[in-house]
């Protein structure tokens, strides 16, 4: 039997024996976090058998409610990637502060940021959640890594990646040479490449926003979401479809797949706290895969990854997918 087959181990070997000089130190943490998404697999797919749903009763620095997988999501990632030696610190959406490497491990040369379990208020209804990820360069001496270490610009991301939980479990990855999609194999634990140099088209006809808070929208939000509800009759002259799943990973995942625009905009209830989604381990990793696979990623005023980030939880506006429909989107910003 003829087997042609690519395993992401594989490929990422591959794609490291292009990198003059690459010591093997990235292709490792990769397999590590790999490793990571396939325990939190598992755990998402055997569900109430294993008693991982509900509320773990506690709230994180965000003053969201964590999801007991959240916290389990959480202590799976520090524990498969803090022993290897490749990292010198990690943070994610549940810990406070930074997570520098413990004292009895070697420390390396990469930050990893991750949002373990994203759309957790869709765990206990079934539907697809994720992982996000993003690897950053530790500057300067990373012997004692600072929060300030993190606060580099998404255009400086090593690597950013997700994993979704959905009917079949996908790992999706950027190292800035496009964007490769690989499916879990149950029966053999590996992840396959199955959708290679992933390209968003350019057009959609599919919008994503929780319409829930139009009363509180900008006005070029509101302007392009009135414009594509009046479809043919309108402006745009034809019907839009309209979707919203709640979980990050799986919008992106969709326009990834079949085009759209996702939004989660500045509104009047959130502005204080400058957005909904976190810049570290949602909006940077998110748009380096959506810029790599041909889309847009913007605030509505300015370019996501060129945002110098001011703070490790940092929120920011987010307007994404479909290069012309986002381009629209800014120029409405600048009309306004
Ligand atoms: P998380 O579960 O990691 O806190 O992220 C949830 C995020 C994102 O995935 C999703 O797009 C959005 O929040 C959903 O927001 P609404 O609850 O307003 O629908
Ligand atoms: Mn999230
Ligand atoms: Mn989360």
Redesign the pocket.
């Known amino acids: 039997m003829q087997n042609n087959r690519v395993s992401l181990t594989q490929f990422i070997i591959e794609e490291q024996r292009r990198v003059k000089g690459a010591t093997g130190d990235f292709t490792s943490l990769l397999n590590d976090i790999v490793t990571a998404c396939k325990q939190i697999s598992g755990l998402v797919n055997k569900g109430a058998l294993v008693g991982v749903l509900g509320s773990a009763g506690s709230e994180n620095v965000q003053g969201?409610t964590q999801k007991k997988l959240d916290i389990i999501s959480n202590e799976i990632f520090l524990q498969t990637n803090e022993w290897a030696g490749h990292l010198a610190a990690m943070a994610s959406?549940e810990m406070d502060d930074i997570y520098p490497i413990p004292a009895r491990y070697p420390r390396g040369k990469y930050l990893l940021t991750f949002?373990p379990?994203?759309?957790?208020?869709n765990i206990d209804v079934n539907v697809s959640v994720g992982t996000i990820f993003s690897i950053l360069r530790c500057p300067g001496n990373c012997e004692n890594p600072t929060a300030e270490a993190f606060l580099q610009p998404g255009t400086q991301q090593v690597c950013a990646g997700y994993a979704i939980y959905g009917p079949s479990t996908m790992m999706v990855l950027t190292t800035g040479h496009g964007v490769n999609g690989f499916t879990l194999d149950q029966s053999i634990g590996e992840f396959v490449l199955t959708h290679a140099n992933i390209q968003i088209p350019a057009d959609t006809n599919e919008f994503a926003i929780?319409a829930s808070?139009m009363r509180f929208w900008e006005k070029p939000v509101k302007r392009y979401v009135d414009e594509c509800l009046a479809g043919k009759t309108g402006e745009r002259d034809k019907d839009f479809n309209m979707r919203?799943v709640?979980?990050?990973?799986a919008?992106v995942h969709r326009i990834l797949t079949r085009g759209g625009v996702f939004m989660?905009p500045l509104d009047s209830k959130m502005k204080d706290k400058g957005g909904?989604?976190r810049l570290m381990y949602?909006a940077n990793p998110m748009s380096f895969i959506i810029e790599q696979a041909g889309g847009a990623s913007s605030t509505g005023r300015t370019r996501i990854m060129d945002i110098q980030p001011t703070g490790l939880h940092q929120r920011v506006p987010v307007i994404l997918g479909s290069r012309n429909e986002v381009e629209r989107i800014i120029s409405y910003h600048q009309d306004a």
């Open positions: 969201e959406e949002d379990l994203d759309g957790s208020s929780n808070n919203w709640a979980s990050m990973v919008e989660y909904k989604l949602e």
